[in-house]
């Protein structure tokens, strides 16, 4: 297994190495550091040799930070495996890199005291909705622990059975359970045959309590997931994104709002 974490050494994206790394542990994954330098504004009237020697300077720069990372590394025994320099546009490359390196999954970093909540036109928030492989979007205030209890948002939709399959994989490598969340406003909104049928999918795993479906009735998602996140000890949130009302729902309008469970909770985005 793979695991690709970009990096720009910024407090938030340490702390997503720091993340894969220790999840790499139990995953028994290799971990990949990319870093992405931004195409520097040249002047059209500067010599090539200048111009070449300013792209050396600035990947020269990217190599001692990482050294300089590497040394913190170090002292806590999880070493990065290798390290890539790439220099243009932060999502190509990134998408680039991904078809050459080919890891399962990307861990990437969300910035500032807001945490999650800041995911919205972020590169983070750029790569889950471009990628088409599982991102983990970790807090910058999110403290590592081996996950014991995810919670899947679902509004089960019939793609929503392979990706809690997927889940269910990395569920059994972290020896932890799964609990798929829908939330509906009223009796009347809930379909009780997809309910059904989502049970009897899972049978097995529901049988031997990996994984539980649990309804909640409530006029406000990501309240909804607030209150059930703090009242059943949930450590990761997970959802598939490629339907984007569902992000915004949850992030976008909470933005506002002075405290949010998903403020260091960090999120596995699958995407479809």
Known sequence: MKILVPVDFSDCSK???HFALEMSVTLKAKVQLLHVLSIPHLDP???????ERMLQENEQKAQEQY???????????RKATTFEVRQGFFLAELEAHIDEYKPDYVVMGTQGATGVKKL?????SNAIERLRLPVLAVPEEAQ???????LYCTDLAADDY???????QLADDFHATITCLHVCQSQEQLDEVQVEDLKEFFWKEIQREQLQIDIMYHKDLDEAIDNYAREH???WLAMLTHRRTLLERIFHKSVTKKMAVHTHL???AFHK
């Not at 590592?144 to 995810?150: A, G, K």
């Not at 392979?162 to 269910?168: A, E, N, V």
Request: net charge negative; proline share 9%.
């Open 233 to 235: 000890a949930v450590d």
């Open 144 to 150: 590592y622990q081996q996950p014991q209890h995810i």
């Open 266 to 268: 960090p999120l596995l």
């Open 67 to 77: 050294q300089s990372f590497r040394a913190e590394l170090d002292k806590t025994n």
């Open 162 to 168: 392979q990706y809690i399959d997927q889940l269910l």
């Open 120 to 124: 919205v036109g972020s590169n983070t």
């Open 45 to 51: 009237h500067m010599p090539p040799e200048m111009a």
């Open 15 to 17: 702390r997503a190495a």
